[in-house]
């Protein structure tokens, strides 16, 4: 990305953030964070990567919620950002901390069993 794109990309993501803030109650939209946005060489199409705090169908929820509201984001944000054109939003669900919660399950699961297979005696003496 060029330094403008990403320039241009910083700003949105924080004016988006902003008016999720304002305007998107976290009770009917759960926990929202814009954690990346790409921006289109041409500014023309910004992707915005959203986590979304809860379960998968809160999930779900939330990001269909925000494609009924899209209009309404990118009008706000054409409001508050100067630009020559305002770009066309596309949301993506960011199941990134997801994906580390789940490794970090997994390693910690591999230390559990391989601690077990190198103290075995530990754990005979505990049991009896």
């Known amino acids: 990305m ?24 976290m009770e009917e939209y759960g926990f929202m964070t814009v954690t990346e946005v ?7 199409t910004a992707k915005l990567y959203v986590s979304v705090f809860g379960d998968a169908a809160r999930k779900q929820k939330s990001l269909a919620l925000l ?22 939003l596309v949301f993506y669900l960011d199941e990134t901390i997801d ?12 230390h559990k069993d391989e601690e077990a297979r190198s103290h075995p005696k530990d754990n005979d003496a505990d049991a009896a």
């Open 2 to 25: 060029s330094v403008r794109t990403e320039k241009v990309a910083s700003i949105i993501r924080e004016e988006v953030s902003i008016i999720f803030q304002r305007n998107f109650p």
């Open 38 to 44: 790409r921006m289109t060489p041409d500014l023309k």
């Open 67 to 88: 494609e009924a509201q899209k209009s309404f984001i990118r009008s706000t944000l054409g409001h508050n950002i100067h630009i020559k054109f305002t770009p066309t």
């Open 99 to 110: 994906r580390a919660m789940n490794l970090e399950t997994i390693f910690k699961k591999i």
